[in-house]
């Protein structure tokens, strides 16, 4: 389901709760385009924990195939701090 950023503005926080009583999320657009998505807490902590594992498992997958580098703090801080220079 779609809301058009007007009529969130008009209803408010309300509206939100109650498309979420049935739906898993819902988008907001503006002028047309859907710029963002609303889930309830629970749903974004189960996606963010998704994310997380996947990320984990790359990791470990990086590590398994070489594709890492162990630096000390001071030598990851460097690298940041050129990083950030450039």
């Known amino acids: 389901m779609v809301i058009p950023a007007n009529e969130l503005k008009i209803k408010g926080v309300s509206l939100i ?5 049935k739906l898993d999320e819902v988008l907001i657009s503006i002028r047309g385009q859907n710029k963002f998505v609303v889930v309830d807490i629970e749903r974004y902590n189960y ?11 790359e990791t470990k997958e990086d590590i398994a195939n ?15 701090d050129d990083a950030l220079r450039n």
Do not use: D, I
């Not at 709760?17 to 009583?21: D, T």
């Not at 963010?48 to 990320?55: F, I, K, S, T, Y």
């Not at 070489?66 to 940041?80: D, M, P, Q």
């Open 17 to 21: 709760e109650n498309m979420l009583e």
């Open 47 to 57: 996606l963010r924990e998704c994310e997380l594992e996947r990320a984990l498992k």
């Open 66 to 80: 070489g594709n890492s580098r162990v630096l000390s703090a001071n030598e990851h801080f460097k690298e940041l």
